[in-house]
């Protein structure tokens, strides 16, 4: 018995072995669940195509939209576990969205491993180039002088962007009417038209705007400014210390995939995440690479899954 107890671990240690060294054998599909074209699908191409050609992997993109990104997650946790799905996550659709949808097929700390961190991204809060408000100031005071009446637009309800605002509202001890929009170009173009005060957005999704002086960037929600935007103050700069919101974006695959998967599909991306073209290209995205191991990767899920619950809980979030 204790033989063969011996012969079948040995062959299992040789499996395990000869995965990891044959892994991968076939193309890799990356689901991405948002459309072409915006924020998260180029990051997620830039990743494909950078780590296809410094691996010779064939990554395959697969956009998989709706419902605030949240049919592409539930379409990855049910692939099997073989490391052969591969997920564009971000903080919106792994940490927030399990609190704010009803029906939510996944849960994302149960069904997913987090595999390798890109990078993150800072909320900006922008005002129309004409506006009235030169700083976070001038906006806190005339929302003190006439509640509910300064209106921001953000890409949607529930979004990493919504919950920023709404922290917002509740350290300044202010109220901000919230306008929901399908995406932040739509409430981009309100604010530069004047139909509303301000627009809560993404630094990728702002940065032509404030670079082409079409918008003038009051802050971001980030504890260090941005790289991209270096001359904007941050929230707790404006007098809200300890203030950081920010979303980020990583890359999972279903539970139970093998750790030696796991691991080698990790140091590849923290590789290409050391390379300083790698490094431009993501800052010229308007964001900030960040390389983590697995456990860091799923701590941060962790601790944001939790967090958020706590935030939609005290702010009323809800998907109307």
Not at 7 to 21: K, M, N, P, R, W
Not at 24 to 41: A, M, N, Y
Not at 155 to 161: A, D, L, M, Q, S
């Amino acid at each position: 018995m204790l033989k063969k107890l011996l012969i079948t671990a040995a062959l299992a240690c040789g499996a395990v072995v000869a995965h990891a060294q044959s892994f991968p054998s076939k193309p890799i599909r990356l689901v991405i669940p948002f459309p072409p074209g915006g924020g998260t699908d180029i990051l997620s191409r830039l990743v494909a195509n950078r780590l296809g050609e410094a691996t010779k992997w064939n990554l395959v993109p697969d956009n998989r939209p709706g419902a605030g990104g949240t049919i592409g997650v539930a379409e990855a946790a049910r692939a099997a576990p073989n490391g052969y799905t591969l997920l564009m996550g971000q903080k919106d659709n792994m940490a927030v969205a399990p609190w704010l949808y009803k029906d939510i097929s996944y849960e994302p700390v149960r069904d997913f491993t987090p595999v390798a961190h890109v990078a993150y991204t800072p909320v900006v809060i922008v005002t129309g180039a004409q506006s009235r408000f030169r700083s976070l100031a001038d906006v806190v005071t005339a929302a003190r002088s006439a509640p509910d009446s300064i209106t921001y637009g953000s890409p949607g309800n529930g979004t990493t962007i919504h919950l920023a605002a709404e922290t917002f509202n509740q350290v300044a001890d202010i109220k901000l009417r919230h306008v929901p929009y399908k995406g932040s170009n739509a409430a981009m173009m309100d604010v530069l038209g004047g139909s509303i005060d301000l627009a809560v957005s993404s630094v990728p999704s702002a940065l032509s705007q404030i670079k082409a002086g079409k918008v003038r960037a009051l802050a971001v929600t980030s504890a260090a400014r941005s790289t991209s935007l270096p001359d904007v103050p941050t929230v707790a700069e404006s007098g809200y210390k300890g203030f950081d919101v920010n979303t980020w974006y990583g890359l999972f695959m279903p539970a139970k995939t093998p750790k030696d998967v796991v691991e080698r599909v990790n140091r590849e991306v923290n590789s290409l995440l050391q390379a300083p073209a790698m490094q431009g290209a993501i800052h010229d995205q308007g964001a900030e690479p960040r390389a983590m191991t697995p456990e860091q990767f799923g701590a941060l899920l962790q601790k944001d899954y939790s967090d958020s619950k706590n935030v939609v809980a005290r702010t009323g979030m809800k998907i109307e």
